[in-house]
């Protein structure tokens, strides 16, 4: 088994977090840092001026789609795209993506009978979500594989392309250029007609902040956020509660109350995370608490292991659907918390109420495509 295969079994995750945050909360080795608990990885994401993104992301971001908030600093441009961004987000309505992702779930579901077998990954979420994203972004692309294709190339170089595999990189900056293409085309015909679409071009276009390129740029950038992280969510998430029999009879009571399925989702991730880590580097000489951190450093924020700190998760071992949402990391913080946060509280529990009602069992573990889950292959009983 590969090294890489290893330190993303999320049992050696988890005992590796409680080791650090026993032994060495503040690991420092060469020109990196690893931190552990919840305090200091709160802290970090907070001090965005100590603790820098661009080093991170902003290259292989600027290269397969031009700046996009994700990787840039606080500085003016920063601050403008922002808003522009958030002040389009501010007006969608999670309820129709409620809707929407009811009625697709339900629609695919149906098409299995009891006793049936469904990829939950290319069959069912990783579809759904496309589909969400075309009708909250309006992400028009030649197909809805187009879409998902260029998604998956774009999020695997900017985040998860740790060995600059070149082959990796061209394949993003070719879908990089199609994506462009497609929405620009997409923009100029919107330009031409009196009434805008209530999705997130239409919006930034009747809201006149940014060019077309600027719109492109940030919509281009919510998509590669929206797909391959909600279908990695529902696979790990229902991984987790079909192999704990206990904790699925519990959640199963809660099918019906979407607080408390978010609430269930959130801590199925708390075991096994989409991201168990968040980086960032330091821009100068600085400390956190009494450790001195060398400009330059590459911080690791375990954020894992600090959703195990019982100092903010007490009785970190046990499911607890009630526990503040605030304190959870899934979706980082600081200058940079998740700009797809209301969709997410919304569809990845939605995804995982409605296959649960099925009574699934699993017939196959997950496949992966590279670090992407890309089949998990469920028998719906029921
Ligand atoms: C519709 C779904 C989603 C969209 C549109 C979306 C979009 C985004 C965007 C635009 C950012 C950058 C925010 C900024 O820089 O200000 C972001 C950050 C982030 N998103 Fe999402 N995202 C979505 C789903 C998810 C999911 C399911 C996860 C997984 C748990 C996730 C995890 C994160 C994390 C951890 C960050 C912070 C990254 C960092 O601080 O380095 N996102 N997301």
Redesign the pocket.
Known sequence: MSLSRIISNPSVQRFGGSVLRTFAPRLQFGTTAVFSTWHDVQEI?KRDMDFL?AP??GERIERVNGP?????DRKDTHLSE?QA?YSAIRHSDPDKIQKLVDDQAQQILNTIPAGGKIDIVNEYARII?AR??LA??GTECPSEEDRMRVARALFHEC?LNLGDDETIRSKAVAAGEELKNWLLEEIKKRRQSKKQKDDLIGRMITDGLLDDDAIRR?VS???????D??A??VAQIMDVFLNRPMVMDAVLKDLDNPDLMRGWCWEA?RFY???PI???QAAHDTTIGTTNIKAGTRIICF?LSAMHDKGAFPLPKQFNPKRPEQNY?????????????A??GV??PALVAALLARDPKIEDNIAFDGPFPDRFVLRLQK
């Open positions: 994401l993104i991170i992301n996009f908030i994700l990787g840039m922002r961004l979500a969400s994203a909250f972004l985040f940030n950038g919510m998509l590669v956020g929206a797909i992280t909600t990695t969510c991730l995370a989409h991201n968040i980086q960032r954020t990391l899934h979706f980082g913080g600081g200058l940079h918390p998740c700009a797809g946060r969709i997410n569809q990845i």
